[in-house]
């Protein structure tokens, strides 16, 4: 059953977060001006910024405030240990930097305001690359570059997925059935570091095979691929299944309702190249 929302509009919702954060951080925290959903807070560390535009998304779509707070309580997790760790924040330990994708439009915003590192990797999603450690992840900037002399920025996509490579292939945490008997569908959802890019690393990738598939690059920690036993080597193919599996229908589910959303595209993957698969007309 859909849950009652408390907070229809954009205004409303970013007022309660701003409440929240304040309070439970001790700082001041302003929503930007024509931007309710994009908030601004003064931390022991420095300014930051709070998008809430993805959150605001999934609460409207299900209409649970829990995803929600625990979003607010990550916010205030990761700003408590950055605090802690104040003199250690612009230092990289490059064992711990992975590749991740975000949608265009974050990785943008993110190089806008911060100065954060990408690179184009599929349409309408970006690499970023990130350092999870000590329970803090830190999206790579150029002024930590700057602080860190020794890790170049054109060496940053090789130790990424030098460190993705270490962790070996991540395997689906979930087989599941179809609306066609002969497709399956694969979810993947990885939790210590992010995995997402193993799809597009031939060295990581080959042992699949040739055969194509379907991808979907959901949520920061989940991934979706559908399996046919049944031909997708033609665009025609690709999109009947796509469509008469349930998969893209499921692909746009994900991004309403779970957490941390980056896209509902869809990927077809040919010999271990991936391209953008276009709705049926």
Same mark, same amino acid.
């Given at each position: 059953?859909?849950?009652?929302?408390?907070?229809?509009? %954009?205004?409303?919702?970013? $007022?309660?977060?701003?409440?929240?954060?304040?309070?439970?951080?001790?700082?001041? !925290?302003?929503?930007?001006?024509?931007?309710?959903?994009?908030?601004?807070? #003064?931390?022991?560390?420095?300014?930051?910024?709070?998008?809430?535009?993805?959150?605001?998304?999934? @609460?409207?779509?299900?209409? #649970?405030?829990?995803?929600?707070?625990?979003?607010?309580?990550?916010? *205030?997790?990761?700003?408590?240990?950055?605090?802690?760790?104040?003199? $250690?924040? @612009?230092?990289?330990?490059?064992?711990?930097?992975?590749?991740?994708?975000?949608?265009?439009?974050?990785?943008?915003?993110?190089?806008?305001?911060?100065?954060?590192?990408?690179?184009?990797?599929? %349409?309408?999603?970006?690499? !970023?690359?990130?350092?999870?450690?000590? /329970?803090? =992840?830190?999206?790579? =900037? =150029?002024?930590?570059?700057?602080?860190? %002399?020794?890790?170049?920025?054109?060496?940053?996509?090789?130790?990424?997925?030098?460190?993705?490579?270490?962790?070996?292939?991540?395997?689906?945490?979930?087989?599941?059935?179809?609306?066609?008997?002969?497709?399956?569908?694969? *979810?993947?959802?990885?939790? =210590?570091?992010?995995?997402?890019?193993?799809?597009?690393? %031939?060295?990581?990738?080959?042992?699949? /095979?040739?055969?194509?598939?379907?991808?979907?690059?959901?949520?920061?920690? &989940? *991934?979706? !691929?559908?399996?046919?036993?049944?031909?997708?080597? &033609?665009?025609?193919?690709?999109?009947?299944?796509?469509?008469?599996? /349930?998969?893209?229908?499921?692909?746009?589910?994900?991004?309403?309702?779970?957490?941390?959303?980056?896209? #509902?595209? *869809?990927?077809? !993957?040919?010999?271990?190249?991936?391209?953008?698969?276009?709705?049926?007309?």
């Amino acid at each position: 059953m859909r849950q009652a929302r408390l907070y229809d509009q %954009p205004e409303q919702f970013a $007022e309660m977060m701003k409440r929240h954060l304040a309070e439970s951080l001790q700082i001041e !925290v302003r929503m930007t001006e024509g931007e309710p959903l994009l908030l601004e807070m #003064d931390d022991k560390i420095g300014k930051a910024q709070v998008s809430l535009h993805n959150t605001y998304q999934t @609460y409207m779509a299900g209409g #649970d405030l829990n995803a929600a707070v625990d979003y607010l309580n990550d916010i *205030v997790r990761s700003s408590k240990l950055a605090c802690e760790k104040k003199d $250690e924040i @612009y230092i990289l330990d490059s064992d711990y930097i992975y590749p991740a994708l975000r949608d265009d439009g974050y990785a943008e915003a993110m190089r806008k305001q911060a100065g954060g590192l990408s690179a184009e990797r599929l %349409p309408g999603l970006r690499e !970023v690359y990130l350092e999870i450690k000590d /329970g803090l =992840t830190k999206i790579i =900037t =150029t002024e930590m570059l700057e602080q860190n %002399p020794d890790l170049r920025e054109d060496q940053l996509r090789k130790i990424a997925y030098r460190n993705l490579r270490r962790q070996g292939w991540q395997e689906p945490r979930m087989r599941l059935p179809t609306l066609l008997d002969s497709c399956m569908f694969e *979810v993947y959802m990885h939790d =210590t570091h992010p995995a997402e890019c193993q799809f597009l690393d %031939p060295e990581l990738n080959g042992w699949i /095979g040739r055969k194509p598939y379907l991808v979907a690059f959901t949520n920061r920690k &989940t *991934v979706i !691929v559908l399996r046919a036993d049944e031909a997708m080597d &033609t665009l025609r193919q690709a999109q009947r299944l796509a469509e008469e599996s /349930g998969f893209r229908t499921m692909a746009k589910r994900s991004v309403a309702l779970m957490p941390s959303p980056v896209s #509902d595209r *869809v990927y077809w !993957v040919r010999d271990g190249k991936a391209g953008l698969l276009p709705p049926r007309k």
